[in-house]
């Protein structure tokens, strides 16, 4: 079911940054723990970083840790993330997706995303 929508997806150089938004129409995302996840071609769906929707305590996957950072603006109703520093390796469809409880696993999620497509190259 999508309720969500990502954007700013794009090409980037190497050791460039990009800022994802993620929206929900239909509901309020501040009652929501909302997480990043990326799935690269031929590779399975990963968890990058999840903020917690009770104190928005912030977690992330080692491979982005120090690079990509995850902030929520209530009043926008958005969540964002942050891209520094990117790799080829970050090239995938980036998805974000909303649910009860912070976690990295995306068989605990029922909301997501269409993705949107980040490219790193040169």
């Known amino acids: 079911q999508l309720a969500l929508a990502e954007s700013g997806g794009g090409l980037v150089q190497p050791g460039g940054s990009l800022r994802l938004s993620c929206i929900a129409p239909r509901f309020t995302l501040d009652y929501a723990s909302i997480a990043w996840f990326r799935q690269a071609p031929g590779k399975e769906r990963e968890g990058i970083g999840v903020i917690d929707r009770t104190d928005d305590q912030t977690y992330y996957a080692e491979s982005v840790k120090g690079r990509f950072t995850i902030s929520r603006d209530n009043a926008k109703n958005t969540v964002y993330l942050q891209m520094n520093s990117l790799k080829p390796e970050d090239t995938a469809v980036y998805y974000c997706?909303?649910?009860?409880?912070?976690?990295?696993?995306?068989?605990?999620?029922?909301?997501w995303g269409q993705g949107t497509q980040v490219t790193v190259s040169s």
């Open positions: 997706a909303a649910g009860p409880h912070p976690s990295l696993a995306s068989p605990l999620y029922h909301y």
